[in-house]
């Protein structure tokens, strides 16, 4: 079974420091893994994805994450906050053998002090 | 933008009214999932529709019902409206395939307020 695990519901950080936020799956088989950005009152969109290319996947906005399979992790990072980055981040594994199920994190809050 | 639209962007209305939300998938996606998101539950996958048939289902309601239609559009009837119904409620398409890689593309949402 499929399952992802946002190891923090909140993070802060002051503009212009690197942003860590963290995620974890579950996986039977080789996944899919996507990073999604939400900003209040707004649509989840797509920051970047993992297809079993490279490893280290880049973004939109400077955001990147890194598919580690010995950790079963894929974090996502960016190395300077900027005030616009202030939203909730999703991370969502799929199901590549099985009708592309997909899983939700449970949502990190990301805050950025000026 | 994503390419996926939803209609009506704000709904309010009273408890035990019945309401319909509307999801247009970008074009050439066969797969749609409707979502709920609300402050005490977060983001709750609701169903899935491929090409007109239902795929998958999660926490729907029984008073929740869902179909996609030929032109690949989708609409999600909520019925008997209850305060606790007041949510956000998101589409998302993606082409479908069942193997391999797919990606979900989100609308804007179509925000509930039931009083």
């Known amino acids: 079974a499929q399952s992802v695990t946002q190891l923090d519901s909140h993070v802060s950080v002051s503009e212009g420091t690197p942003v860590l936020l963290r995620c974890n799956y579950s996986?039977?088989?080789?996944?899919?893994l996507f990073w999604y950005v939400q900003h209040p009152n707004k649509g989840l969109q797509l920051l970047l994805k993992?297809?079993?290319?490279?490893?280290l996947v880049k973004g939109i906005n400077g955001f990147e994450a890194e598919f580690k399979k010995s950790e079963t992790s894929f974090h996502l990072t960016k190395p300077s906050a900027h005030m616009s980055d202030a939203a909730e981040y999703f991370c969502?594994?799929?199901?590549?053998?099985?009708?592309?199920?997909?899983?939700f994190g449970s949502g990190t809050k990301l805050n950025v002090k000026p | 933008d994503s390419g996926v639209t939803q209609t009506p962007k704000h709904l309010i209305t009273a408890t035990g009214q019945r309401v319909t939300l509307r999801c247009s998938p970008r074009?050439?996606?066969?797969?749609v999932y409707w979502y709920q998101q609300s402050l005490d539950q977060g983001l709750q996958f609701l169903i899935q529709?491929?090409?007109?048939?239902?795929?998958a289902k999660g926490n729907i309601l029984e008073r929740f019902s869902a179909q996609q239609f030929p032109d690949l559009h989708s609409e999600l009837n909520l019925s008997s409206l209850e305060l606790g119904d007041s949510a956000l409620y998101f589409c998302?398409?993606?082409?479908?395939?069942?193997?391999?890689?797919?990606?979900?593309?989100f609308g804007p949402g179509t925000r509930l307020t039931v009083l």
């Open positions: 074009s050439g996606d066969l797969s």
């Open positions: 529709y491929y090409n007109g048939e239902e795929r």
């Open positions: 998302a398409s993606s082409s479908g395939t069942p193997r391999g890689t797919d990606t979900q593309y």
């Open positions: 996986s039977s088989y080789s996944p899919s």
């Open positions: 993992y297809t079993s290319a490279a490893t």
């Open positions: 969502v594994v799929s199901d590549r053998r099985n009708f592309n199920k997909f899983y």
